[in-house]
């Protein structure tokens, strides 16, 4: 329990000496964990950390509705401050008005959420622990490994699933857009479950190519559990071998796909020459 | 009215067989005439694509591509100008990258990367875009046809 | 205030290559009106003859034709083809022309390219206009064509009139701009190229033509005697340019038209072995030196210093014997190559085309002579010069027409 | 509103073309079944002169808005039927061209089932994206007919004097005290071999005299904006900050020279001088060598700086004929990689250098010449690459002919007009028909900015350039859905909805024309285009997450509309 004291101290602090109008975190008064602003450092006792909550999209909210002086600190974990820093270089919400108290996840969490990054820029609070690889995970091994006939039987089963609940758009802590394009009949039929699967979780999917930070919300929020967040592991995973880019790691970079190819290089047109005749892509 | 038009156009195709579905993005100023070469020679192709052309390859966002396969079309060729030579300072550029990020999702869910094309070359040369079309046609054959995916998908939830 | 240019003659400009293209557009876009008279039957020059384009490398066609459309639906501008200058009258007041119309026995405006006609031609006089070429249409090919009247009836838009003739025009202009730009050369009057003495001696355009990826070959690398990839083959640079005997000039575009060529045989086929003899790689333009690095670095592309003192053919169509100093080990060599591309020696059109009726006043080296204050240039008939050069050089000459001429002593 | 819309629709048979594989007749059957299309019609040609004039006529009296060709590709004969349509007053937005010749009929001719059913595809897809289309709407501004120039050089002189003697008035900035560039360092410019001032003379007096050019000596660039016609831009000359609008910019701000320090010992030995340092020498006059060394290439053309700056190997020859002039016994020898004399002009200089005396010795970049001395010059080492060997020439007097570097301006002026720079450090531009207009319409480049140049050519290229400012400003009003590039009318521009934008800026980010722009409202972002400066390429539409930025002529629904019908 020592991480809770150390939270609640620094909590503390930071009320005291009126550096932050006010700190977001899970409160605990009645066996209920329940996500609380503490303004007044007496609250502060109530602080805790577990279980996991991403409170990315709600400071967002309460940033925008509080008066242009309120400083708001959050205690949260790694995946919840990249997707801070993605909402800021979205323009979303005012670097200068949020203050993050970092806290490093345990290894069990960790495994839990399949995360390769479960640690903030700077951990205030708890240790350090290696990430997990995905693709180790034998949960995960079966959607992302093995013939391209076995994953689509996989993945149909597992969409097959899906009522449509619009759960795993509303948890993303990205996903800002009103209105939605998962609303629009033009990209995702309406009333047509489930033949409109494919569009409805690819476009998801796609949208945040550059911008998931991998914080496993899609899938807890998921009331059929389907693995949501594995659709995005290829592609972060191109993207950091082609780029060297994460999303949420550097507020001072811009998604590389944004910028043509001198400013980012990448892989494929390494080859000597441009790509000089239309290609097939099995042969490129 | 369109109903009789659609079981025409269902009979002609039961005749024809499953030819692949094809719908091709064409970048105005390279791909499509590319395209219009081909057709001035004659050169014969098969039936199943159609072309839509857009100002610039760098028009296409991916939620088209996505779309076209979940309505059912089979494969989905970008093609766009020279990447030395985009008319639109080097827009094409952000489509080579932003589209090649597909390829890694639709082979996580098992949509073979062969379905869906990115390409660029320049426009003149009409046996290239014959040679594009035919090989892509080639690829097709070895897959299944994409109604598999909503198919399979469909018995899912028959099974539910 | 603004001159007005509506009120004033219009401008004619000689030769719709880049060039032409270029200046007649510019001159167009502030109102003034223009001919643009070209020898060819259709706009575009040698650029829509070259298959690749340095340092970019990607195809001529491409940039060319817009312009080439902008120019034909530009109402200001008339665009006369297959004509040429008979006379020219007067002085910088302004100008009488007279200039020749060889008939196009098809209307483009009416040809639909169903291409039924071609096989009606027992001479086949008939062809398109170009591999890629804007407009598009078929062409009858007046040295052919016997006017035995078959292929008249077939169209079915009556776009073909054999009965036509030469026809003559009088323009009055009040400025004329030379954008007559270069040609092929003949070179087999210097024995040592052995040009003509073996099918695959050529010059750099005819090999352009030949490897051109819409042309013939689509692209594939082969010799012409016998069809088959070559194993080697040998650029020659400054091939009767640099020469007294030819041209004492430097053409300017044949190092990087080399270096292009080079690679473009390397990509396609990367087994080749190539070669460029050259005296000084002029790799000075924009960009162009950065090409060369490439190029040298990334495609296997091997550069011997010196021009070969003979090339003849080796008997039974075995390959061309190229006989040059290694000056690296001081010895002389002979190599045996596949195929030889003589670069070097292009000719301003103007110069030695003796099917020309009128000439401007050209100096000893073929180029149209600009001490004569009236005449205006641009292009490859005022100096050898690259396409960007040229281009620049249209629109120079452009706007000196606007200004009526220099007046502050340039 | 897809319902009122009416369409008429005409299809072509090309004459047997397009009949003998697709049967017309029935698509026309089906075609006219449906509610929006008011009238189909079948006509053997569409192309020719005569059925122009019929067909506007028969359009302006049905009185429909949109209408469907159906006929050969645009390059075929479609573009000469849509111009001759807007010639008649048909806006090309409201005419969709379906290519079923060159696109079906004859890459299909041997498989009519097929061709017959792609064909109705592709005319229904083409009849659901006009009922989709929308019309972007236009803006018209009047352009400023001034110019503002930067940099005095002979490029920038050049150009402002064309541009006011074709009355215009001319702003030029320069960041030195008086006219003339570079060329007031030089005593003689090459290939003319003519004095400086002498040659530009008349331009001199041009430049001074023109009541239209405003010369701005010690000018900084502060900032700049608005686009083609009408920019403002502020600039201060010693405290006072002026502020114009003008039409067009044009950018003539030179190059510097490389300053060859630590190369070949310069500024170690006093005997080793940099070309521009002998210039001062020869105008100040006390030059006396009797062995001189020029050294090419210093500093260029190897791994750190990958380019040929032009210039030095004409230079290099000016000085040696300078030299021989003053002293015809003295020894010269030119050491160089390649002489870079192209054309008939440079190649006779060229020439007449060799006559006069001057040696030439070809080294190699990977074992460069040395200097031999060492506390005072001795002489040059060099490894001959054509024959051979290593040997020592006796020197007195080592020129290093100084290369052009991208002036230490380029980055700040690209910056504040928000220009790209190519990786050596020179102004971007566009390639082949249009090389001396950067990558934004109406700012030009020309002179050493674009890339090094002789005077004779930087005078050149700013004729070239006044003639572009002039070609665009002198036409009475530019308008929007003119600012394409490379073509007189693009399809559309991008419109933003204000109200769905998320201000997450992924527009700004990759707009290639810096056309997107995010301006506050009421605490969040929004998107804002610059129409003027877009020219309706789609990159932002492509990367909108929820698609508020929109091409109106191709916007999402005309795509999705087309997927939809593209296979019935």
Redesign the interface.
């Known amino acids: 329990m020592s991480i809770v004291n150390d939270a609640r101290a620094i909590v503390k602090k930071l009320l005291e000496e009126k550096q932050l109008d006010g700190v977001l975190g899970l409160s605990c008064k009645h066996d209920e964990p329940v996500p609380f602003v503490f303004e007044s450092p007496e609250e502060v006792d109530s602080l805790v950390l577990e279980p996991k909550w991403l409170f990315a999209k709600l400071a967002m909210n309460i940033v925008r509705t509080s008066p242009a002086d309120f400083r708001l600190g959050i205690v949260c974990r790694g995946c919840d401050e990249r997707a801070l820093i993605e909402l800021i270089k979205r323009n979303q919400l005012d670097e200068k008005r949020i203050h993050v108290i970092g806290m490093a996840c345990s290894r069990e969490q960790a495994e839990a959420c399949l995360c390769t990054r479960p640690y903030p820029a700077i951990p205030h609070l708890g240790e350090k622990v290696q990430g997990v690889d995905p693709r180790e995970e034998e949960t995960a091994k079966a959607f992302l490994e093995g013939e391209t006939i076995d994953r689509m039987q996989r993945w149909t089963k597992e969409l097959a699933r899906c009522i449509k609940c619009y759960g795993c758009r509303n948890s993303c802590p990205i996903c800002v857009c009103v209105p939605c394009k998962l609303e629009d009949d033009l990209w995702v039929r309406r009333g047509e479950i489930p033949a409109d699967m494919v569009s409805y979780h690819l476009i998801r999917a796609f949208h945040l190519s550059d911008t998931c930070v991998a914080c496993g919300g899609c899938t807890d929020a998921c009331p059929v559990g389907i693995p949501l967040m594995l659709l995005q592991i290829a592609m972060r995973e191109s993207l950091a071998k082609e780029y060297e880019y994460e999303a949420g790691t550097d507020p001072g970079r811009l998604s590389p796909v944004l910028s043509d190819l001198f400013v980012e290089p990448c892989e494929v047109y390494e080859e000597p020459g441009w790509p000089d005749s239309f290609k097939v892509s099995d042969e490129t | 009215m369109m109903k009789d038009l659609k079981q025409d156009s269902n009979g002609v195709k039961s005749e024809a067989g499953n030819t692949p579905r094809v719908i091709v993005f064409a970048c105005k100023w390279c791909g499509l005439i590319g395209a219009d070469a081909a057709g001035r020679k004659h050169a014969q192709l098969p039936a199943g694509f159609r072309v839509i052309p857009v100002e610039c390859a760098s028009r296409i966002e991916a939620d088209a591509v996505i779309r076209a396969f979940s309505s059912g079309i089979d494969g989905v060729i970008v093609l766009g100008c020279h990447l030395g030579g985009c008319r639109f300072n080097a827009a094409n550029h952000r489509t080579a990258k932003k589209l090649k990020l597909l390829y890694p999702l639709l082979e996580t869910v098992g949509i073979d990367s062969k379905r869906f094309l990115l390409s660029f070359g320049t426009a003149h040369e009409h046996h290239q875009f014959e040679d594009l079309i035919n090989r892509f046609y080639q690829g097709l054959q070895r897959l299944a046809p994409m109604d598999a995916w909503s198919g399979s998908y469909l018995s899912e939830m028959g099974q539910r | 205030?603004?001159?007005k240019?509506a009120d004033k003659k219009p401008v004619l400009i000689v030769g719709a290559g880049?060039a032409g293209?270029?200046a007649a557009?510019?001159?167009a876009?502030?109102?003034r009106k223009v001919h643009l008279v070209e020898r060819g039957p259709v706009p575009g020059g040698q650029v829509s003859n070259l298959d690749k384009?340095y340092p970019?490398?990607?195809?001529a066609?491409?940039?060319?034709w817009?312009?080439i459309?902008?120019c034909i639906?530009h109402p200001l501008i008339n665009i006369h083809t297959l004509s040429y200058i008979v006379t020219v009258s007067g002085d910088d007041a302004g100008y009488q022309v007279i200039i020749g119309e060889n008939p196009h026995l098809i209307n483009e405006?009416?040809c639909?390219?169903?291409g039924r006609c071609v096989p009606k031609c027992g001479v086949d006089a008939i062809r398109l206009m170009g591999?890629?070429c804007?407009?598009?249409s078929y062409y009858i090919d007046l040295d052919r064509c016997t006017r035995c009247g078959d292929c008249v009836d077939i169209c079915?838009?009556r776009a073909i009139d054999i009965t036509r003739t030469n026809s003559t025009k009088v323009l009055s202009v009040s400025d004329i701009i030379w954008a007559t730009g270069f040609q092929d050369v003949d070179i087999s009057a210097l024995e040592e190229y052995g040009y003509k003495t073996h099918p695959d001696i050529m010059t750099s355009l005819e090999f352009e033509d030949w490897t051109a990826?819409?042309g013939v070959n689509?692209?594939r690398i082969m010799k012409k005697h016998d069809k088959l990839p070559p194993q080697n083959i040998a650029f020659i640079q400054c091939a009767g340019a640099?020469d007294r005997r030819l041209f004492?000039?430097?053409s300017?575009v044949c190092c990087m038209h080399a270096l292009k060529q080079a690679?473009w045989v390397k990509?396609r086929s990367p087994d080749i072995e190539c070669v460029i003899f050259y005296t000084?790689?002029?790799?000075?333009?924009?960009?162009?030196?950065?090409y060369y690095?490439r190029e040298i670095e990334?495609?296997a592309i091997r550069l011997i210093?010196g021009r070969p003192g003979l090339i003849f053919p080796l008997p039974h169509a075995d390959g061309i014997a190229v006989k040059y100093e290694d000056?690296?080990?001081?010895r002389q060599e002979i190599r045996k190559f596949d195929m030889v591309v003589l670069n070097g020696a292009l000719r301003p059109s103007l110069a030695g085309d003796d099917t020309l009726v009128y000439k401007p006043p050209l100096d000893e080296?073929g180029?149209v002579d600009l001490r004569l204050g009236a005449t205006k240039s641009c292009g490859f008939c005022r100096?050898?010069?690259d396409?960007?050069?040229s281009?620049?050089?249209?629109?120079?000459a452009?706007?000196?027409t606007?200004?009526g001429g220099p007046d502050?002593?340039? | 509103m897809a319902a009122d819309i009416k369409i008429g629709c005409f299809l072509c048979r090309c004459y047997g073309e397009v009949s003998r594989v697709i049967d017309l007749d029935e698509l026309q059957q089906e075609i006219i079944r449906f509610p929006w299309v008011a009238f189909c019609e079948i006509w053997d040609s569409l192309c020719l002169l005569e059925n122009i004039d019929e067909l506007t006529q028969k359009i302006s009296e049905s009185g429909t808005d949109r209408i469907l060709l159906a006929a050969c590709s645009p390059l075929a004969r479609g573009d000469v039927i849509l111009h001759a349509l807007e010639r008649h007053g048909i806006n090309q937005a409201s005419v969709e061209l379906v290519d079923i010749r060159e696109g079906c009929a004859w890459i299909h001719d041997n498989q009519p089932k097929e061709a017959m059913c792609k064909a109705r595809d592709l005319i229904n897809m083409g009849l659901s994206a006009l009922k989709q289309r929308e019309v972007s709407e236009n803006q018209i501004i009047v352009p400023k007919r001034e110019v503002l120039i930067i940099g005095a050089g002979p490029a920038g002189m050049s150009a402002a004097v064309s541009l006011a003697r074709l009355g215009f008035a001319v702003h030029v900035l320069d960041r030195a005290r008086n006219p003339g560039g570079l060329l007031n360092l030089l005593k003689r410019i090459a290939p003319e071999d003519i004095g400086a001032e002498e040659d530009l003379h008349g331009l001199h007096k041009a430049f001074t005299n023109n009541a239209l050019v405003y010369y701005h000596p010690g000018a900084r660039l502060i900032s700049s904006n608005g686009s083609v016609g009408d920019f403002a831009v502020e600039f201060k000359t010693g405290d006072n900050l002026h502020s114009v609008r003008v039409g067009a910019v044009i950018i003539a701000s030179g190059a510097r020279v490389m300053f060859a320090k630590g190369l070949y010992r310069y500024t170690e030995l006093d005997g080793v001088v940099s070309g521009i340092e002998l210039e001062r020498r020869f105008l100040s006059g006390d030059v006396r060598a009797d062995n001189v060394v020029f050294i090419q290439c210093v500093g260029v053309r190897d791994v750190n700086s990958p380019y040929c700056s032009t210039i030095c190997c004409p230079v290099s020859l000016k000085h040696a004929r300078q030299l021989k002039d003053l002293n015809p016994q003295a020894e010269i020898t030119i050491l160089h990689r390649d002489i870079m004399c192209p054309g008939n002009i440079l190649e006779a200089y060229y020439r007449d250098t060799m006559q006069d005396g001057v040696k030439f010795v070809r080294f190699d970049l990977n074992n460069p010449p040395s200097i031999v001395g060492d506390e005072r010059l001795e002489g040059v080492n060099v490894f001959e690459s054509v024959t051979g060997i290593s040997r020592t020439i006796r020197a007195d007097l080592v020129v290093l002919s100084s290369a052009l570097v991208p002036h230490d301006d380029a980055a700040r002026i690209a910056e504040i007009f928000d220009l790209a720079l190519d990786p050596l450090g020179f102004y971007q531009v566009r390639t082949l028909m249009h090389p001396l207009e950067t990558t934004r319409n109406g700012i030009f480049v020309c002179g050493s900015a674009r890339w090094p140049v002789l005077a004779r050519t930087a005078i050149v290229q700013g004729e070239a350039v006044a003639m572009k400012a002039f070609a665009l400003l002198s036409q009475d009003s530019l308008a929007a859905s003119g600012m394409s590039q490379f073509r007189d009318r693009k399809i559309a521009h991008a419109i933003v909805d204000r109200d769905a934008c998320t201000g997450c800026g992924n527009c700004v980010a990759i707009c290639p024309y810096v056309a997107c722009a995010l301006e506050p409202e009421n605490g969040a972002f929004k998107s804002r285009v610059n129409i003027m400066r877009c020219t309706g390429c789609g990159s932002c539409v492509a990367v909108c997450p929820n698609g508020s930025i929109q091409l109106p002529e191709q916007n999402a629904r005309v795509i999705g509309a087309m997927l939809k019908n593209a296979f019935s």
């Open positions: 205030m603004l001159k240019h880049v293209i270029t557009l510019d001159l876009r502030t109102g384009l970019t490398d990607h195809c066609f491409c940039p060319l817009t312009e459309q902008a639906f405006s009416r639909i390219l169903c591999e890629h804007y407009p598009a079915p838009t990826e819409a689509q692209g640099r004492p000039y430097c300017a690679q990509r000084d790689m002029r790799t000075e333009g924009r960009h162009y030196y950065e690095q990334g495609s210093r000056t690296i080990i001081q080296e180029l100096e050898p010069v396409v960007e050069t281009v620049i050089q249209a629109s120079s452009a706007l000196l606007c200004m502050d002593g340039r």
